[in-house]
């Protein structure tokens, strides 16, 4: 769909635009937190989404030591950098520049995510993604995706990588049947325009990690997420980029509206079930 073909359907707006929060998390990595518990529910089946990105060695070469996680999936987007990635199934992989892990916890498992540099810049995304209640104690699995194995549409002053769903006839890396993940990692030169089709019932966001973006009208800056409107005729998403150009993260998914029960890295439906996760842990059964 280009932006010709936009025009001939309902587009969607912004509800509402979310500014990053500064934080840190693993062993002090600063990162930005642009979803967080507070979208949960509005953004299902999207549990978290952080930004992290820095020349400044200090502020993430302590990187992500062993920590546990169940119930949910996560999505590393790695704009700049490397990282090793290591976990209690055997998985371990490296994760370079344009690279994408996408690991599913399932039951259970511990790894961890270190920075394989002493100097540079290192930056990129990590999504997490519900599992839906039927498959949250599923087998762990792991997958490594190196920049090359990420599919890409380009189009005048577009490059768009694939990681999930579809998009312009190109099938992303990664499809699920259930939350229907679209992930698409978007480049647009100053002015360029790119329509997304995307499912009226979808929930959907973008965020915006370099330059500016204007959607319907409304302009999302680096690090801010824009929530997007749902109505029954919007079919479509259109996207345009600031004097600077823009890069930008579009996300959606079929909302699994299951309960969401959180305790740290476990995401399960009930109380008793992030409890037996915490024993599980505890007692060294959860991976």
């Given at each position: 769909?280009?932006?010709?073909?936009?025009?001939?359907?309902?587009?969607?707006?912004?509800?509402?635009?979310?500014?990053?929060?500064?934080?840190?998390?693993?062993?002090?990595?600063?990162?930005?937190?642009?979803?967080?518990?507070?979208?949960?529910?509005?953004?299902?089946?999207?549990?978290?989404?952080?930004?992290?990105?820095?020349?400044?060695?200090?502020?993430?070469?302590?990187?992500?030591?062993?920590?546990?996680?169940?119930?949910?999936?996560?999505i590393t987007i790695m704009l700049e950098g490397r990282m090793r990635h290591r976990d209690s199934a055997g998985h371990e992989g490296l994760l370079g520049?344009?690279?994408?892990?996408?690991?599913?916890?399932?039951?259970?498992?511990?790894?961890?995510?270190?920075?394989?540099?002493?100097?540079?810049?290192?930056?990129?995304?990590q999504l997490w993604l519900n599992l839906p209640a039927r498959d949250k104690m599923c087998e762990p699995d792991y997958r490594d995706y190196p920049a090359?194995?990420?599919?890409?549409?380009?189009?005048?002053?577009?490059?768009?990588?694939?990681?999930?769903?579809?998009?312009?006839?190109?099938?992303?890396?990664?499809?699920?049947?259930?939350?229907?993940?679209?992930?698409?990692?978007?480049?647009?030169?100053?002015?360029?325009?790119?329509?997304?089709?995307?499912?009226?019932?979808?929930?959907?966001?973008?965020?915006?990690?370099?330059?500016?973006?204007?959607?319907?009208?409304?302009?999302?800056?680096?690090?801010?997420?824009?929530?997007?409107?749902?109505?029954?005729?919007?079919?479509?998403?259109?996207?345009?980029?600031g004097p600077h150009g823009a890069s930008a993260l579009l996300v959606a998914g079929r909302p699994l509206h299951e309960p969401i029960a959180q305790y740290?890295?476990?995401?399960?439906?009930?109380?008793?079930?992030?409890?037996?996760?915490?024993?599980?842990?505890?007692?060294?059964?959860?991976?």
């Amino acid at each position: 769909m280009n932006s010709d073909t936009a025009t001939d359907s309902t587009l969607r707006t912004v509800e509402r635009v979310v500014t990053g929060r500064a934080t840190q998390d693993g062993a002090g990595v600063r990162l930005t937190r642009l979803l967080d518990g507070s979208l949960q529910h509005r953004l299902d089946p999207f549990l978290m989404l952080d930004l992290f990105g820095s020349d400044r060695p200090d502020d993430y070469i302590a990187g992500f030591p062993d920590h546990p996680h169940r119930g949910f999936e996560t999505i590393t987007i790695m704009l700049e950098g490397r990282m090793r990635h290591r976990d209690s199934a055997g998985h371990e992989g490296l994760l370079g520049t344009g690279g994408v892990q996408w690991m599913t916890a399932g039951r259970g498992v511990i790894h961890s995510e270190m920075p394989e540099q002493v100097s540079g810049r290192m930056a990129g995304y990590q999504l997490w993604l519900n599992l839906p209640a039927r498959d949250k104690m599923c087998e762990p699995d792991y997958r490594d995706y190196p920049a090359e194995a990420v599919p890409l549409y380009t189009d005048a002053g577009v490059q768009v990588r694939v990681v999930a769903g579809h998009s312009h006839g190109v099938a992303g890396a990664v499809q699920r049947p259930v939350t229907e993940p679209l992930v698409l990692d978007i480049r647009l030169a100053a002015g360029a325009r790119f329509a997304q089709p995307l499912p009226p019932s979808h929930h959907a966001f973008m965020a915006v990690h370099d330059g500016e973006l204007a959607i319907d009208g409304t302009s999302v800056h680096r690090e801010q997420l824009a929530v997007l409107a749902e109505a029954p005729a919007a079919q479509a998403v259109e996207l345009v980029a600031g004097p600077h150009g823009a890069s930008a993260l579009l996300v959606a998914g079929r909302p699994l509206h299951e309960p969401i029960a959180q305790y740290g890295p476990f995401v399960m439906n009930t109380r008793e079930q992030l409890m037996q996760a915490v024993d599980d842990y505890r007692a060294g059964r959860l991976a």
